[in-house]
């Protein structure tokens, strides 16, 4: 937000499969066009026009369940966002990092005369986003409360107080914390394990789409001359 108005970078981007807009660890301008380093299947796209929005978009549900979702805290209700891209926007629109999940949601562009290939491609990747938003809610939330009851639990056995005189939070050192991630990592292995296994096929399935819908668009377009 800049002087009380709301700013948009327009971004002509490549995406490599396996590369996407989640972790925006870094962008490298090369030859005109901006790359993105970071890691998701959903927002594989091939020369989109992409725009980003500042105001976070909500993630949906999703119809894909991992053997231990049940056990994971409820996500607090997100902030709705009211924005509706220009009506002559013709890319997608990518918002800021979720507040939960930390992943950047997308809003979809929508051809006007969509196919049902098109349409099967979209609606994958928007599945694929609630799925990966949900995931990543519900492991960023558990990791955070075991992450608080283990710290109280060791300063408990100490005798030290969660906070001092000053009221700075007491810290564990570098070497029980280690215990912790370990444990962590240890027990979420076969939600992790499921979790890659479902990003590789729900990722080949969209690179797939994207490759009929490029053959589609190729056909209808020297297939005619």
């Given at each position: ?16 499969p ?23 299947p ?5 020369c989109?026009?992409?725009?980003f929005l ?18 994971a805290?409820?996500p ?38 969509e196919t ?16 990966n938003q ?7 939330l558990?990791?955070?409360?075991e992450?608080?009851e ?75 001359k």
């Amino acid at each position: 937000v800049h002087g009380g108005r709301v700013q948009f970078l327009r971004l002509r981007a490549l995406f490599n499969p396996s590369l996407g807009l989640c972790g925006m660890a870094a962008l490298v301008r090369r030859r005109g066009f901006l790359y993105s380093l970071g890691g998701c299947p959903y927002l594989v796209s091939s020369c989109f026009g992409c725009r980003f929005l500042s105001s976070s978009v909500s993630g949906g549900s999703s119809r894909g369940e991992d053997p231990e979702r049940k056990s994971a805290p409820s996500p607090p209700k997100r902030k709705v966002s009211h924005f509706h891209p220009p009506s002559d926007s013709c890319c997608d629109w990518i918002g800021p990092p979720d507040q939960y999940s930390n992943l950047r949601p997308v809003i979809f562009y929508v051809p006007k005369h969509e196919t049902p290939l098109e349409r099967r491609l979209r609606e994958l990747r928007q599945e694929t986003q609630a799925w990966n938003q949900q995931f990543w809610t519900n492991q960023n939330l558990s990791f955070r409360k075991e992450k608080e009851e283990f710290i109280c639990s060791r300063l408990k056995a100490k005798g030290i107080q969660p906070r001092d005189e000053k009221g700075q939070k007491a810290s564990l050192t570098v070497e029980e914390m280690a215990e912790f991630y370990k444990d962590f990592l240890s027990k979420n292995l076969k939600k992790n394990v499921y979790y890659n296994r479902e990003w590789y096929k729900r990722n080949f399935a969209i690179t797939f789409l994207m490759g009929q819908v490029a053959f589609e668009k190729a056909w209808k377009k020297f297939g005619r001359k």
